[in-house]
């Protein structure tokens, strides 16, 4: 089956500190992936629609110049949190769309402790 | 009014028994349904999609009514494993943004 892979799969850093989380498709090309963040005991809310080669559409409230997105290549995006804050901690997941069965694909999850 | 709307829960039920969930979604225009599990501090994963006719994988049942915009699963001869929480998820259609439901939490009991 598709996989999909989050690295790293739990990160602690500083306030005001910046963090990378990469989503990779391992053996399958998505020109779509999604950024959902899940605190806890709430549902997954959609962050932010990543499209390869072009900019990120963010959700309302999501502040992009906060949480920068990267599609670079058709199995890689990446989500920078960029000045960390203590509220920034949270759980972040990303999925990819396959191009030919629209299913979306999760990644294990990366959570996010700021300290 | 909430997009995916769900019982949270929490459901507590006895081993073998069987299980029911509702979920209601808002938007008229949603083309794709799904049922999806969470374990505690994992990611979601693909339960069933939900089909108009209805679709059985299973001890899994997965009923969708458009006209009253609502989606249902049942489990039957629930397991231990089956303790999770439950997410409706509901979409447009190809690649439209998935949104889901807050979940309800399942307990299997012995």
């Known amino acids: 089956g598709a996989v999909v892979s989050q690295h790293p799969s739990w990160v602690i850093c500083k306030s005001g500190t910046s963090v990378k989380i990469e989503c990779r498709s391992l053996d399958f090309q998505a020109t779509t992936m999604f950024w959902y963040r899940q605190f806890p005991k709430q549902s997954l809310m959609l962050m932010a629609t990543?499209?390869?080669?072009?900019?990120?559409?963010?959700e309302q409230g999501v502040e992009k110049d906060k949480f920068l997105i990267n599609h670079a290549s058709l199995t890689l995006s990446t989500l920078t949190v960029t000045s960390a804050h203590p509220e920034d901690s949270s759980f972040y997941i990303c999925?990819?769309?396959?191009?030919?069965?629209?299913?979306?694909?999760f990644g294990p999850g990366t959570r996010l402790t700021v300290t | 009014r909430k997009e995916v709307e769900q019982d949270p829960g929490p459901f507590n039920v006895p081993e073998g028994a069987t299980v029911a969930f509702n979920c209601t979604y808002s938007?008229?225009?949603?083309?794709?349904f799904f049922w999806y599990r969470q374990d505690c501090r994992k990611e979601p994963k693909l339960l069933m999609s939900?089909?108009?006719s209805g679709n059985e994988d299973g001890r899994f049942t997965a009923q969708l009514n458009r006209a009253s915009q609502y989606i249902s699963l049942l489990i039957r001869d629930s397991k231990l494993s089956d303790s999770a929480t439950y997410l409706c998820v509901v979409g447009g259609f190809g690649n439209e943004k998935l949104t889901f439901g807050t979940g309800t939490r399942l307990t299997i009991i012995p």
């Open positions: 990543s499209n390869e080669g072009s900019k990120a559409t963010y």
């Open positions: 999925s990819a769309l396959h191009t030919t069965s629209y299913e979306q694909y």
């Open positions: 939900v089909y108009s």
């Open positions: 938007n008229s225009a949603s083309q794709s």
